[in-house]
């Protein structure tokens, strides 16, 4: 069965570096997004991408992020200067063209040091 | 504003035992329903979800869930837990809109399996 997939698994950065975190999204879907879950609080939508172009964001994804699709497989996001609130797991998800169900990878654990 | 209440925040089941975990939305109108479950270390995998139609609908691994549109609430439900299914649960809520839709997760329930 297809599956999201996300590299790295974990990730140690000093503050103020550039992160990236890569993720291949199911290959026929169309829709992706990233969600971030600080450690015991709820998930969060960060930013949805459709047809290479942001479709929504929240007010979480300021200008430190940018998410990019540089290939026909991969979709990333980048954190430009990382602060420690940064520390999170990070979820890639992608949905197909029905866009009914989301379907997540098993994140990128992130520390901010 | 869209918001999903989990209220249980940690529940202690034997093995074998019913469960019932809650989950209760607020939204404008009726929203794609969805349980996933995250396993230690693990992603966050679907559990099953509602769109339309039937309100008690099947998932994975025994679960399913009932949709009541009376009490806006979608609560999960298996008859007999087992130690693998200790791990934490999330409800999340999606629009029925065109576009790309965001997901609105509940706080999550840690379930605790006792042999």
């Known amino acids: 069965e297809p599956e999201v997939t996300q590299t790295p698994s974990h990730q140690v950065t000093q503050m103020g570096q550039e992160v990236i975190l890569r993720c291949v999204p199911i290959?026929?879907?169309?829709?992706f997004y990233w969600y971030r879950q600080i450690l015991g609080q709820k998930v969060e939508f960060l930013v949805s991408?459709?047809?290479?172009?942001?479709?929504?964001k929240s007010e979480i994804f300021d200008d430190q992020f940018s998410v990019e699709r540089p290939d026909g497989s991969n979709f990333t996001l980048k954190i430009r200067s990382t602060k420690l609130e940064d520390s999170a797991m990070y979820f890639c998800?992608?949905?197909?063209?029905?866009?009914?169900?989301?379907?997540f990878g098993p994140g990128t654990r992130l520390l901010v040091l | 504003a869209q918001s999903v209440t989990q209220p249980d925040i940690h529940i202690t089941v034997s093995e074998g035992a019913s469960l019932e975990l809650r989950c209760n939305y607020s939204y404008g109108a009726t929203p794609y329903l969805f349980w996933y479950v995250q396993s230690p270390g693990q992603g966050l995998q679907l559990l099953l979800k509602?769109?339309?139609?039937?309100?008690l609908v099947q998932g994975i691994k025994g679960f399913e869930a009932e949709f009541k549109r009376s009490q806006s609430s979608f609560n999960l439900r298996k008859p007999s837990v087992h130690w693998s299914d200790a791990a934490e649960y999330f409800c999340a809520v999606g629009p029925i809109i065109q576009g790309a839709q965001k997901l609105v997760f509940g706080q999550g329930t840690r379930l605790t399996i006792n042999p």
């Open positions: 991408f459709y047809n290479n172009e942001i479709s929504e």
């Open positions: 998800a992608s949905t197909p063209f029905t866009r009914e169900t989301q379907y």
């Open positions: 290959s026929n879907h169309l829709y």
């Open positions: 509602y769109f339309s139609g039937d309100t």
